[in-house]
């Protein structure tokens, strides 16, 4: 089916842990963006990617880690988790500036 | 840079209440205007946006007018139902050299009783 596709669905890691979050689209949308959200925070930009090969940190992107080798993928890795990572991560995609975002479903990951 | 300020919910309504939930903004440029909505455990999905001044957006029921005169774009429904209980953020995108870029706001939460 089109649309954007995030997994796993929940997960649960300990600490130390290198995590990775998956992101797909179908729509070959050249931007995409992954996010957090956190209660008292709102949503937190963590790094995008204007198109393959080219990515840029957000807002919150230390101990996050990204690549987008090809357009429709865009993986987000922890490359320690801590528990302070413990979140909700959406990931979205977009093809114009004044087009919006189409959000996945989002990762609801938990870190002991 | 650009901010996005919206009041801070929680929102409580009847079933079929007015609804208004306000929603100003900072930029220093033309930008476009969006409203997200958030359902319980889903990603916030796009409501309605406009793309240029005095444009008006609407989707479900629910409308919003660019107003750059006062900065704003708020969000009304005229007959709120249960099922329109969730999180709605207000955002901008403007295009910069880094890209699009949406800002959001906190989000407000609306709360319909039956």
């Known amino acids: 089916d089109a649309g954007i596709t995030q997994s796993p669905r929940y997960k649960i890691t300990e600490t130390g842990r290198q995590v990775t979050l998956m992101c797909h689209q179908t729509?070959?949308?050249?931007?995409m963006f992954w996010y957090r959200q956190d209660l008292g925070h709102g949503l937190r930009l963590i790094y995008y990617s204007a198109a393959a090969d080219i990515t840029d940190k957000g807002e919150v992107p230390d101990g996050y880690v990204v690549s987008r080798s090809k357009t429709e993928n865009f993986p987000l890795t922890l490359e320690s988790a801590t528990r302070s990572q413990t979140s909700v991560y959406f990931c979205?995609?977009?093809?114009?500036?004044?087009?919006?975002?189409?959000f996945g479903s989002g990762t609801r990951l938990t870190v002991v | 840079g650009n901010s996005v300020t919206q009041m801070e919910g929680p929102v409580t309504l009847s079933e079929e209440a007015f609804l208004t939930i306000n929603c100003t903004y900072t930029a220093t440029g033309y930008p476009s205007l969006f409203w997200y909505v958030q359902y319980p455990g889903e990603g916030l999905q796009l409501l309605l946006k406009a793309t240029k001044a005095d444009d008006k957006g609407s989707n479900k029921g629910f409308e919003a007018t660019y107003r750059k005169e006062t900065t704003s774009f708020h969000l009304e429904k005229g007959s709120v139902q249960v099922s329109d209980s969730a999180v709605y953020f207000c955002a901008l995108s403007e295009f910069s050299g880094a890209g699009n870029m949406l800002t959001f706001g906190g989000g407000t939460r609306l709360m319909v009783k039956p």
């Open positions: 729509w070959s949308h050249s931007y």
């Open positions: 979205a995609s977009s093809e114009s500036f004044d087009g919006g975002y189409t």
